[in-house]
């Protein structure tokens, strides 16, 4: 049986790490085989990336060289993590996945968005989340938890929080309209309220793609 391959997307400040938390917690306390893992990350090269595109000490990049080094560690993750797993009929919860591409690269850096689907088709080779989470608030409430998250842990993955408010509406504005073309397969959470009305509400969003044990 194979398993079922579900991803949260968001701005930054959604509270992502927070719901996959939560929703491995209570999937694993119903009997699910549960992997978590987030991109760009989940491999050795895939983490090596991600020091790379979330340090603010790696500065400017150009975007095309952004979009191919994300394109390339979520290439790792899907042959050596995502794909084994769902074979396995586990289910995967990933932080990130294609959709933040398009968001971030497409809308928010403006690169072709046809050129982006494509490459990451290429990628994928037809793997498609079973489901998409987007965590969605004010993109200045977001930048407020995420500039408070980094003062108590560091400014490691301060990269993008860095880039002025019009790139982060842009990014918004973009999982918006990916979610509105969409709305079968990604299901926007209002990530606002209270954690536990957030996870709740996660959990409807997801519970008919899951499979049955």
């Known amino acids: 049986m194979r398993g079922s391959f579900i991803v949260f997307e968001g701005c930054e400040g959604s509270g992502k790490s927070t719901q996959i938390r939560l929703l491995a917690e209570r999937l694993e306390s119903m009997g699910y085989s549960v992997v978590t893992t987030r991109e760009p990350g989940g491999t050795p090269a895939g983490s090596a990336i991600r020091q790379i595109l979330l340090s603010p000490e790696t500065g400017a990049l150009d975007p095309m060289t952004e979009l191919l080094l994300f394109l390339s560690a979520r290439r790792e993750l899907v042959k050596n993590v995502v794909v084994p797993a769902l074979e396995k009929g586990e289910i995967v919860l990933c932080d990130r996945f294609s ?29 498609k989340p079973d489901r998409v989470v987007v965590l969605d608030l004010p993109v200045e409430e977001g930048l407020g938890r995420a500039n408070g998250r980094m003062m108590g842990e560091g400014r490691g993955e301060a990269r993008f929080e860095d880039e002025d408010i019009e790139f982060h509406k842009r990014v918004r504005d973009g999982f918006l309209k990916i979610a509105a073309a969409e709305p079968d397969r990604i299901k926007v959470v209002d990530a606002a309220s209270a954690i536990g009305e957030v996870s709740a509400n996660v959990f409807k969003a997801i519970e008919d793609s899951i499979p049955a044990l």
Do not use: C, I
């Open 99 to 127: 959709d933040s591409t398009m968001a971030y690269q497409g809308y928010g850096r403006g690169l072709d968005k046809k050129f982006v689907s494509d490459l990451n088709s290429t990628v994928l080779e037809g793997l």
